[in-house]
């Protein structure tokens, strides 16, 4: 059981690299990908069965999302694009145009917007994580 | 099972809520938020443990998605929220906490989540979109009355 004390003195052990960077990651166990664009503090808002956005405390604009049921989209992926280099990584704006077709309005921009997001970024998911 | 945990916690069991079981955050996830320096996550820790342990508010069976029906959400309502490691600042009005936990006890995902006022009244403040079987809650006063 960690105590409060206890996680300070393992967090102070154990600090964070100084500059945030935007970064993605799968959860094998989970089925899912997160993504942080920023490092705003965010709430999550669940939007559909496949996707939660984090958003801003301060401005509600997106700072990140979660994406389930990846592993499926992942297998299927490149049946439809290309992935981005020799490494195998695929852009993770692609990710997003999975979700695009069919959706609702709001659903389908918050995907413009996601995808915008990882674009500017640019994000990569890399694929022997 | 737990030496892949970086960190432990000890939280209602959900298999027999009136025990306890161990929870915990793998290395694997803790150093994805580390490497890439977002403290707010790892600063939010401390929450994770005020919710877990002893201030959970309710715990809820599934994900609401398919094949998640045996993982566990554990929501609470505390004080304060961690902008990074250091700096506190109160917690967001009308939200609760969630901790999402895998069904071996491995923490995946913790984040704020708002309670839409009618849920407030009605469903013993579910967070929105969390909407899994009922395990355990919080006794409120009004349940005595």
């Known amino acids: 059981m960690a105590t409060e004390e206890e996680i300070r003195q393992f967090l102070s052990d154990n600090p964070p690299a100084t500059e945030f960077a935007p970064y993605c990651y799968v959860s094998e166990a989970a089925d899912a990908l997160t993504v942080h664009f920023k490092q705003d503090a965010d709430y999550s808002e669940k939007l559909n069965d496949h996707i939660t956005v984090y958003r801003s405390l301060e401005t509600n604009e997106i700072v990140g999302c979660r994406v389930k049921g990846i592993s499926g989209i992942l297998q299927d992926l490149h049946n439809y694009i290309m992935v981005r280099d020799k490494k195998g990584n695929i852009e993770l704006a692609l990710i997003f145009l999975a979700f695009r077709g069919g959706a609702e309005e709001n659903v389908a921009r918050t995907m413009n917007d996601l995808a915008r997001e990882a674009a500017e970024r640019n994000i990569s998911l890399e694929m022997s994580a | ?145």
């Not at chain 2, 917690?91 to 913790?110: H, Q, R, S, Y």
């Open chain 2, 1 to 145: 099972m737990q030496t892949r945990w970086i960190l432990t916690f000890t939280a209602i069991n959900p298999a027999n809520p009136g025990d306890v079981w161990q929870v915990g955050i793998p290395e694997w996830l803790y150093r994805q938020h580390q490497r890439k320096g977002n403290e707010k996550a790892l600063g939010r820790i401390f929450l994770v443990g005020d919710v877990l342990q002893g201030g959970t508010a309710a715990l809820r069976k599934g994900w609401s998605r398919p094949g998640k029906d045996d993982c566990y959400v554990y929501h609470g309502f505390p004080k304060y929220d961690y902008k990074s490691l250091t700096i506190q600042t109160p917690a967001p009005k009308g939200m609760a906490f969630c901790v999402f936990v895998l069904n071996d006890g491995t923490i995946d995902e913790w984040a704020w989540r708002p309670v839409s006022e009618i849920q407030q009244e009605h469903e013993g403040d579910r967070p929105d979109g969390i909407t899994g079987e009922l395990i355990w809650r919080q006794k409120k006063k009004s349940d005595n009355s």
